[in-house]
């Protein structure tokens, strides 16, 4: 103790002080994406994504700051998760910041109110810029105020040249940590939410002729996954994977991303995606590597079926009201709609889990010319579960609906007969479903023809009707509706 005692009174003596016990600041490293050891993408079919990133940081040992650089400009920060994949956890979090106040033209103007820049016009008679002393005294509008020597001025045609970058601008987003580090490398782990990416599944059905005499054909269909990312990052060599189902997010704000026509011609016509099912979603995983550059739309193949099944079906469609009142000519010249169903099993060359999408529908002409006949969305589909796609309506199939008869049998129960024309203007017969919703505790007195009791409140008939001719249903129902 006395030692210690005679050593400071030397050093004050000297004209010396006692050494400074506080701490500096901690150092600073920074971790770009040419560090990425691994990266991975899964996105989701409502507009956002999950990165994994794994980079190898050099961050030496004790209180340090990373400022981890390109990631996504649409960052989700507090899903933000980071570890250290070293043995023995040598890295403890203790902050992280996002930094997203870019450096921009305008950011200048406003972090610089207050203080004093350059400008530089150009002077003809000198030949050269001429250099002028000013301070900002406002910047609003996109429009700053000077003051230059002892005049206040805007609109000054001259270029703006600054000392230095303020420390909070940054020319790109970043996630800032403050660490405790008790390795000096390691590899590091950050995955994170992000809004700007989007997938779609859209599908290219092209149908052969019919048989003679059937409603059935064989098809080819192509499904195509197109991937957007809009998130100002890119990620190069990214293992890709889709989720498709409905994931529920707390967070309503969900970011549409507009679609493009643009196809990447650069990818094969092979199945590329692996399925899987994923908790109560599908999970779909690309067998290579892919880049996707920022602001860039992609196409991959997601499956190829050749010798599909396809059962075409012309439906004619009630309405569960008609049964409550009198009505008489309900309807004439009704069209009728067309739909294509298609199984979705492995017998039919199929049986993958499909995204929902569109389908676009082709059929060749007596040319061999490929036309378009067609388009429609369809929902998640699981295997083994049939597809119905509208194509629009018949040109020379159209029908009549007339109530011959309306009875009120009590307050609660009416009794109706109805007939239906159906008249068929092609050159071959076609089967046509009738399809009648009706609702109440019904019961079909009589009828012309067969009919079937689809489910409590629908029932239907299936005539065939002749080429250029008529079919005609009647039927008498009585419904009770309390």
Request: net charge negative.
């Amino acid at each position: 103790m006395r030692t210690h005692c005679l050593a400071l009174a030397a050093l004050v003596a000297c004209g010396g002080a006692p050494p400074a016990q506080t701490a500096g600041p901690p150092a600073a490293h920074v971790s770009r994406s040419d560090a990425r050891k691994a990266v991975s993408v899964t996105v989701y079919n409502d507009g956002f994504g999950l990165v994994r990133e794994i980079r190898d940081v050099d961050l030496g040992t004790g209180r340090v700051s990373l400022e981890f650089r390109d990631v996504s400009s649409r960052i989700e920060p507090d899903s933000v998760h980071v570890k250290s994949l070293a043995k023995g956890s040598p890295l403890s979090i203790l902050e992280q910041n996002y930094r997203y106040d870019l450096l921009s033209p305008q950011k200048l103007l406003e972090k610089y109110e207050g203080k004093k820049v350059k400008l530089y016009r150009w002077n003809k008679e000198l030949g050269k810029d001429e250099e002028i002393d000013a301070e900002i005294l406002a910047y609003s509008a996109g429009q700053p105020v000077l003051k230059v020597g002892n005049e206040i001025t805007y609109g000054v045609p001259a270029r703006f040249s600054f000392p230095e970058v303020p420390k909070n601008l940054i020319a790109e987003p970043s996630l800032v940590w403050l660490l405790e580090s008790t390795a000096p490398k390691q590899p590091l782990e950050v995955t994170y939410l992000s809004q700007g990416f989007g997938w779609s599944a859209d599908y290219v059905l092209t149908v052969g002729d019919e048989a003679a005499g059937s409603a059935n054909s064989t098809a080819d269909l192509t499904g195509w996954v197109t991937l957007q990312n809009e998130t100002s990052t890119t990620y190069e060599n990214a293992q890709l994977k889709l989720v498709a189902g409905n994931v529920q997010r707390v967070h309503p704000d969900v970011t549409t991303i507009a679609k493009s026509a643009e196809k990447d011609d650069e990818e094969d016509n092979k199945k590329q995606f692996n399925e899987e099912s994923f908790f109560e979603y599908h999970l779909y995983t690309l067998d290579r590597p892919t880049t996707l550059l920022s602001n860039e739309q992609k196409q991959v193949t997601l499956l190829e079926g050749h010798g599909v099944q396809v059962h075409r079906q012309l439906i004619f469609y009630g309405a569960s009201y008609y049964y409550r009142g009198s009505y008489g000519d309900v309807v004439s010249n009704q069209k009728v709609g067309v739909f294509l169903e298609i199984k979705n099993e492995e017998a039919n060359h199929l049986g993958m889990p499909l995204p929902k999408g569109t389908v676009r529908v082709y059929k060749a002409d007596k040319s061999g010319a490929v036309q378009f006949i067609g388009e429609d969305s369809i929902d998640h589909t699981p295997r083994d579960e049939k597809l119905r796609i509208k194509m629009g309506e018949s040109f020379d199939v159209v029908g009549d609906r007339k109530q011959l008869d309306f009875k009120q049998i009590s307050s609660c129960v009416d009794e109706t007969a109805w007939e239906i024309s159906l008249r068929n203007h092609k050159d071959v017969a076609d089967e046509v479903l009738v399809n009648e919703p009706i609702e109440g505790d019904w019961q079909i007195l009589s009828s012309s023809m067969p009919y079937e009791k689809k489910d409590a409140h629908t029932f239907s008939f299936l005539p065939k009707v002749p080429a250029r001719g008529a079919v005609k249903i009647t039927y008498r129902v009585r419904v009770t509706w309390c």
